[in-house]
Each structure stands twice: as C-alpha cells, then as structure tokens.
Nanobody
C-alpha cells in the first residue's frame, strides 16, 4: 500500500519555527515529484513547495526565503523547514507524491495541522 505519513505539526507563536516530515512507503521514491500543499479554513488547497528527484525545488512566492523543502532519498522522506512563521500560515499541511511517468499516479498524506498564534 502507498502511504504518506506527515508529522511535525503543532502550535507555534508568530516568528517561530516548525519542521514537517513526510515518510513515504509503497512507491519508488526516486521517480516521484514530492511536495507540500496546505489548506486553510474556507480556502482551497494551494501549493507550498515541490522538490524533484534531483533536488531542484519550487516555492510559492509567499514562503520564499522562509520555508525550505528537502528530500532524503535514503529515508524515503521529505521535510519542510518553516521559519519566521506568520498567523496566515495556519493551515493543514499535506504531503503529496506525483509520479513522473504515465499514468502519473498521485497520492496524498492525511495532513498535519499547523497553527501559528500568540
């Protein structure tokens, strides 16, 4: 079975940091584009960051310079280091795996809550 298991969410004050992890199993990790998405209450899910198998990454403009996505192939795990957190970053953060080849399978984790509040 394909599983993406997120961890590391929680409550943090504005300006604080969190590190999210996503452990993948049941996929050939090296041929999947991995990513983090988030969904705030009343909003649609949006891209936060993606990372390709070679380490190349993309970020939403709103998180550039504050968030860093990384990929540990040996552990089949991706991370999202979040610094200088803002209240508007409050959301459920989801791990995503998107296959490079047809039929381009797509998988989601269960999500982890990040709350930024004083």
């Amino acid at each position: 079975q394909v599983q993406l298991v997120e961890s590391g969410g929680g409550l943090v004050q504005p300006g604080g940091s969190l590190r999210l992890s996503c452990a993948a199993s049941g996929i050939i990790f090296s041929i999947y584009v991995m990513g983090w998405y988030r969904q705030a209450p009343g909003k649609q899910r949006e891209l936060v960051a993606t990372i390709f198998s070679d380490g190349d990454s993309n970020y939403a403009d709103s998180v550039k310079g504050r968030f860093t996505i990384s990929r540990d192939t040996a552990k089949n795990t991706i991370y999202l280091q979040m610094n200088s957190l803002k209240p508007e970053n409050t959301a459920v953060y989801y791990c995503n795996a998107n296959g490079a080849f047809i039929p381009r399978p797509n998988y989601w984790g269960q999500g982890t809550q990040v709350t930024v509040s004083s």
